[in-house]
């Protein structure tokens, strides 16, 4: 058994309440200068993650959480144990409305003291081999763990490449015309009903009729489906 494991269900001792960690505060508010484990929850503020995702096109709506434990594992090395709760929105691929995106995780990380920070982004050799029951590894200096490099990987590794909202592969999108949502009409059939000739974004529908039939139509029109398409390119 690990010196992180709890024994006999005992349970964790005062902990850390931020996302930077003072390990000093910590021992020695502990009577018995014990190794632990430490209580961690900790508030992960919205604006920060918001912060963390600002160049993507994420909306974050409310603040997460961060709970666990801390276990000095010796002078170098402190093992931190537990769960990231967070969430945010994207635009649904198809309709452009929200999708909710959960960047809940399992958290195990080990901090060295005075190493490189190998859990970063582009840190490890991206040939090298990694064992999924190894922690994840960053390093840190002097008494204090800042959680918010590790938290900000997590969170960032949560984007989706595509997401859907809440109707799922039942979203039928935006007409591939006038951008109108086919969601708020009643029937799929016979192409959109504003413009009577749009199918779905995205090629799973098409405008009706044979090929060549919608060859008149004017594509130049500067619909609000690709000026959303277009702003989510620039921004």
Same mark, same amino acid.
């Given at each position: ?58 909306? !974050?709506?409310?603040?997460?959480? !961060?709970?666990?434990?801390?276990? !000095? ?43 490189? !920070? ?118």
């Amino acid at each position: 058994m690990s010196k992180g494991d709890r024994r006999d269900g005992a349970q964790p001792s005062r902990g850390a309440s931020t996302m930077i960690i003072d390990l000093e505060a910590l021992q020695n508010g502990d009577e018995g200068h014990s190794l632990g484990p430490y209580s961690l929850d900790a508030p992960v503020p919205r604006d920060w993650l918001q912060a963390t995702l600002e160049r993507t096109d994420a909306e !974050v709506a409310d603040e997460g959480r !961060v709970t666990g434990e801390i276990t !000095v594992m010796s002078p170098v090395s402190v093992l931190v144990r537990g769960r990231l709760q967070a969430g945010f929105s994207v635009p649904c691929a198809r309709c452009l409305e929200d999708a909710q995106v959960s960047a809940d995780a399992d958290l195990c990380v080990q901090y060295e003291r005075g190493a490189s !920070v190998e859990g970063a982004p582009g840190a490890e050799d991206d040939d090298e081999d990694v064992d999924p029951d190894e922690p994840d590894r960053f390093g840190f200096d002097g008494t204090h763990i800042d959680l918010r490099p590790m938290l900000a990987e997590t969170v960032l590794m949560a984007y989706p490449i595509r997401a859907l909202c809440e109707r799922g592969e039942d979203c039928r999108g935006l007409c591939t015309n006038c951008g109108a949502n086919l969601n708020e009409q009643a029937s799929a059939d016979g192409g959109c009903a504003v413009c009577g000739v749009g199918g779905m974004v995205g090629g799973i529908g098409s405008v009706p009729g044979a090929e060549g039939e919608g060859d008149d139509i004017d594509t130049e029109v500067d619909s609000p489906w690709k000026a959303a398409l277009r702003k989510l390119r620039t921004d």
